[in-house]
């Protein structure tokens, strides 16, 4: 949720932290701060706001001088977002700076505890009461690393932490437990981050510390250990990200490129998976055997957000095609509502971030039930990747835009692959499999197709901008699609929206319906299509303003919508990585119209790894 960088090596420490938490500010962007270690003193500068304004509160290049800094990007937990509450924080002798994601869930007792021993706190957060008890312990230990680590032992919940220390002024000592944190190895030279995204331009060499591990570092060497001070032999792993994906190049946001990008991120989610002499797919990472994916009754698939989003459309697939229950749950409400697993049962949890605090939480209680629990992850190396007993990567690239885009249609890709595998070890035909896999490779040029009516949905999102409230409607797998529309729209652009399956728009939404409120319809060729009709019928008896995505030739509906979205013909399966597309690309440009920071809405963070 808010972002750790630090460095270590011959270089100006302070312009790598800055460029590497403007990276990351997708994180958190409410008050960002760094510090270094010059002279045997710690330097510590602080500004509410963007990066940008941290940048300009930095005195000279010269006084900032240091071969080793943190800095960090937050998004407000405990306390609000201000000067004193942001990181780094320090403890009671001035002798630590601390940077940490997470939160650190017996704060309070700490603090009491280190009152009585006359400590003074400047902030309500917990990160001040770490910093104090991280201090206390090193200088009880006499020692960087040990202090760390005991003080790590007492502390209940989640963190990501980065310290420096006068008295160990060549070292940066890093942990984690439920948060993530990387390190990076250049040429003598060291970074620390909680995503690869601030380092990639220096290394592509990290190393995805584990939960519980602890690493110290200078210019040199690194030394990785457990709490217990065991020492961790780590594999060092190589991003395939390209820096390209986390630059706008000349796209005005990382969503309209992300947008964009999906006529590639859709095929990078198919391609090599696909496999035409047995006319099926085949997911190499799932890490399960084909008797045993025969023998699933019935399939759980746990998500968040837009990811539950995905999940609701992979239902709907994996049931039509394979004839196997899928129950789609809220991560969030999984795991505190005693599930039933029953035998036989596979459960997935789906995640872009592979980091999201509720998902993995479910993922746990899953386990810990007996299940075998597959994640569906973007960001490899995550923790959900890790912690999952198999899993598929989606291969979007890095997704920097806080509306999810790309990641719902790769997540969408990887479900309509598993929905034709399962399908084709039960009772799909053969001609239905070869079907599918000519139509998959067609879908990234319909795409693109959908991307030149970029200019025709922005003169429509001109005619809705000012809206107070908008319906977003659709039937079967378009549900969902529609559930997503209205989401991208009330993230960015803060107006009012709902997704509704379209007939049970009578029993209660109809009520809103009049001339201002505009009702985006799915409203495509398929066997449900006569229904959806009957339903925009309803909407027009009240004066709903109807905007409809339809089939390319279906010039009937011109009679009812206001405007017509056209996209290509497909099939059933494939719908809803077209149509969703134009909703994308319709919440962009309401949210750009109407003045506000499309890649970093209000409160809302990109990865949110906190209950
Ligand atoms: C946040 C993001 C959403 C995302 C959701 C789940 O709310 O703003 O875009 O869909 O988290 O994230 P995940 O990384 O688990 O897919």
Aim: with cysteine.
């Amino acid at each position: 949720m808010c972002g750790i960088v630090g460095y270590i090596g011959k270089r100006n420490a302070t312009p790598i932290i800055v460029e590497g938490l403007k990276r990351l500010e997708y994180r958190g962007y409410d008050s960002a701060g760094l510090a270094i270690n010059k002279d045997g003193k710690l330097h510590i500068y602080k500004a509410v706001g963007k990066i940008t304004d941290l940048e300009r509160s930095l005195p000279e290049p010269n006084v900032t001088f240091s071969n080793i800094g943190i800095g960090h990007t937050r998004w407000a937990t405990h306390g609000k977002p201000n000067k004193t509450n942001a990181h780094p924080h320090t403890g009671q002798y001035g002798k630590i700076a601390l940077v940490h994601n997470g939160i650190i869930e017996n704060y309070k007792q700490l603090r009491q505890k280190l009152t009585t021993e006359g400590h003074q706190f400047n902030t309500e957060t917990d990160t001040e009461v770490l910093a104090h008890l991280v201090e206390y312990f090193i200088e009880k230990e006499q020692d960087f690393t040990s202090g760390v680590q005991k003080a790590l032992k007492l502390v209940e919940g989640t963190f990501g932490i980065a310290v420096i220390h006068t008295d160990y002024p060549e070292n940066i000592v890093a942990a984690r437990k439920g948060s993530p944190l990387i390190l990076g190895i250049g040429n003598e030279e060291f970074f620390i981050t909680s995503d690869v995204a601030a380092i990639i331009i220096h290394t592509k060499k990290v190393i995805y510390l584990k939960d519980g591990e602890v690493v110290n570092l200078n210019h040199e060497k690194f030394e990785i250990t457990t709490l217990d001070n065991e020492a961790v032999k780590a594999k060092i792993s190589e991003v395939d990200w390209d820096v390209s994906s986390i630059e706008k190049g000349d796209y005005e946001h990382f969503m309209l490129k992300e947008i964009y990008e999906q006529v590639t991120s859709v095929e990078n989610a198919f391609r090599g998976r696909l496999m035409n002499k047995l006319s099926t797919a085949r997911l190499g990472g799932l890490n399960i055997t084909g008797n045993e994916l025969r023998k699933v009754k019935k399939i759980q698939i746990i998500g968040c957000g837009t990811s539950w989003h995905a999940a609701l459309i992979g239902k709907n697939m994996i049931e039509s095609l394979a004839r196997i229950p899928v129950e789609v749950e809220y991560a969030s409400e999984y795991r505190y509502r005693n599930p039933i697993i029953p035998e036989d049962t596979l459960v997935f949890v789906i995640s872009q971030s592979g980091e999201t605090a509720d998902t993995l939480a479910a993922l746990r209680e899953a386990q810990a039930r007996g299940a075998k629990v597959l994640g569906i992850t973007n960001v490899v190396g995550s923790t959900i990747a890790r912690e999952s007993d198999g899993g598929v990567y989606i291969h979007a690239g890095a997704e920097i835009g806080v509306a999810s885009t790309k990641a719902f249609t790769s997540q969408v890709t990887v479900l309509c692959l598993l929905a034709l595998i399962l399908g084709r070890m039960k009772h799909l035909s053969a001609q239905y499999g070869i079907k599918f896999l000519k139509e998959i490779k067609r879908i990234p040029q319909k795409i693109e197709k959908v991307l030149n009516l970029n200019e025709e949905i922005e003169r429509i999102a001109a005619t809705i901008k000012d809206s107070k409230n908008a319906l977003y409607l659709g039937r079967g797998m378009h549900y969902p699609v529609a559930l997503e529309g209205a989401l991208k729209l009330k993230e960015i652009s803060y107006i009012h929206a709902e997704g509704y399956p379209a007939a049970e728009m009578k029993h209660g939404p109809i009520a809103l319906i009049d001339e201002k409120m505009p009702v985006v319809a799915i409203a495509l060729k398929d066997a449900i299509y006569d229904k959806i009709i009957s339903n925009l019928q309803e909407v027009k008896a009240r004066n709903g303003h109807i905007i409809a995505i339809a089939t390319e030739g279906d010039e009937n509906i011109k009679d009812l919508a206001e405007h017509v979205i056209y996209i290509p013909e497909t099939m059933d399966i494939f719908q809803p990585l077209l149509s969703v597309v134009p909703l994308q690309l319709l919440a962009y440009h309401v949210a750009h119209l109407r003045g506000f920071n499309v890649d970093q809405p209000r409160n809302l963070a990109k990865s949110v790894t906190v209950e």
